[in-house]
């Protein structure tokens, strides 16, 4: 009489473990919906290391869900008041300097943005993971201390950025760790590390990444998020092209 009512406890708490499990698909969806807001401004500096020497460059953000946003660069001095608008899938570059509006598109989105490691295709890549990519959970594991799950992603479509991803998601905060970013090929082109992060509103954010390119010999990009104010009115004006010559 004991076995079958061992056994009876068994597959209950072999249920109760497995009702527990989340799927990749879950995962994503949480991670979309940490990140995803219906308006973010911030402000940040990006922190490009040459072979020689570092510069600084400070910005300011605005972002409508992830189509919509308008950047404009604050400092240093010769690049103050370049300004870029993604609306969906087309992205523009002001320039005060000529005072030209340039459309970046085609062989140009690969180019790098103001010497950093980030290209201008990362910058249009902010489309909702789980809409681009299938994925499965291939491990559990602890990065810088944190309980993760190693996602691999696979693309849904030709003409993405990358066609395959293997990502570390921070259990607790849903906030991806650290992230390896793969051409079709196969090899590796970037890591995303997440060195610190902040809480918004029940959110987590990087406060303190490193965005780098691991075809090129150096340390990488560093990005510092100073503020994230999110659900914030933003004038429709900002989000349009005649906000690049104002």
């Not at 395959?164 to 090929?185: A, C, H, M, N, T």
Request: proline share 2%.
């Amino acid at each position: 009489m004991r076995k079958p009512f061992f056994i009876f406890v068994l597959l209950l708490i072999t249920n109760s473990i497995f009702s527990n499990e989340i799927s990749a698909e879950e995962i994503l969806k949480k991670m979309d919906e940490n990140y995803v807001t219906e308006t973010r401004v911030a402000t940040m500096k990006m922190v490009v290391h040459g072979r020689r020497n570092s510069r600084t460059i400070e910005m300011k953000s605005y972002s409508q869900g992830t189509e919509n946003s308008f950047t404009e660069y604050l400092s240093p001095a010769r690049e103050r008041g370049t300004k870029m608008l993604k609306l969906e899938n087309n992205l523009w570059i002001y320039s005060p300097t000529t005072d030209r509006i340039i459309k970046i598109s085609g062989h140009m989105l690969h180019q790098s943005v103001m010497g950093s490691d980030l290209s201008y295709e990362d910058l249009m890549d902010e489309d909702e993971l789980l809409d681009d990519y299938t994925a499965k959970v291939t491990n559990e594991l602890t990065f810088e201390g944190n309980d993760c799950w190693e996602l691999y992603l696979l693309g849904k479509k030709n003409d993405l950025a990358y066609a395959k991803r293997i990502i570390l998601v921070d259990k607790e905060k849903f906030l991806p760790l650290k992230q390896e970013l793969y051409g079709l090929s196969g090899t590796l082109l970037k890591e995303i590390i997440v060195e610190e992060a902040f809480k918004i509103d029940n959110r987590w954010y990087p406060k303190h990444l490193i965005f780098r390119d691991v075809l090129k010999k150096g340390k990488g990009t560093e990005i510092f998020f100073d503020s994230i104010e999110i659900n914030v009115d933003i004038p429709k004006s900002k989000l349009s092209k005649a906000s690049l010559r104002k």
